[in-house]
């Protein structure tokens, strides 16, 4: 594969959601990258007909040799056939199968360098769940397939946000977070900053978990015992590291002014924010896997789908955002 070309692969999630209908928008766009999507055929080519979208299906049975740029109106497709018709806004548990068989083909597919990088569109994690399978979200469901511990970030133009636990009952967090897995992250995180997004000495801000950072142990004692030690290691790494600081601050004008990102305990304590700012434009990546994955920022929006009123920003994003890493 042309080291100068990236290759992506799209999976449009739940073929009930938007997901098929923000791919086909996308494909009518011209990139500087070749893009294949993981997908029933049958399920494009009857959405696109539903939203009014002409397009040109080129079938493959494996990933070619040769990279080639996206041309507009056109879609690479390596076809998995859904286990049943898929109806935009109806949910059916038969096809959460086909969902994470097209996760499972990309990852391989980036496992083994054929591909720079996936984007991935959104899944439904109750329907996959009532179909009898066990999946707590994308980042989780990769980490296996990978066999790598994952860290969930979310970024828009001006804001990063990593999480340090990702999809857990609040009461399970704290039993979660310790010195050894912070190490981890805050490196990991550390680490992307300085050779994916080319920043010289990263600045990264550490939340505390309990109210006021912990209040000296009064409202708390994680910060002092698990949160604070890890600062101090990596700091003696030599990494640019503020915290443990107050969540309900961290996220002010004056702390974000000379960071380049914040680490956040759990999922909505840093989440909210971000989406506050950015929803709709944002990019979900999952760091400490060993290939690039980018996703949309929302889920899949069931109400809209098939509707042709879909908002493509977020996936125009995560494309964009596959891009740029593959090249730093």
Known sequence: MSKFLHRLLITPGDPAGVGPDITLAIAQQNFDAEIFVIADPDLLTERAQLLGLQIQLNIFDTLPTDVFKH?????????????????????????SHYVLDCLTQAAK????KQASAMVTG???KGIINEAGISFTGHTEFLANLSNSKPIMMLATESLRVALATTHLPLSKVSQAISTESLNYIIST??????DRCNITKPHILICGLNPHAGEDG?????EIEIIEPAIQNCKQQGMNITGPIPAD???????LAHADAVLAMY???????????GFGKAVNLTLGLPFIRTSVDHGTALDLAGSGRANINSMLAAINMATTLRSN
């Open 189 to 194: 995180l550390n680490n992307f900053l300085l």
């Open 267 to 277: 999922h909505d304590q840093g989440l909210p924010v971000l989406k506050h700012t």
């Open 122 to 124: 959104p899944v439904h």
């Open 249 to 255: 601050t961290a996220f002010t004008t004056n702390s």
């Open 109 to 112: 597919y980036c496992m083994n």
């Open 71 to 95: 041309v507009a109106g056109q879609l690479n497709v390596l076809p998995i056939k859904l286990a049943t018709p898929s109806i935009a806004g109806k949910l059916n548990s038969k096809n």
């Open 218 to 222: 009064h409202l708390g004692m994680e």
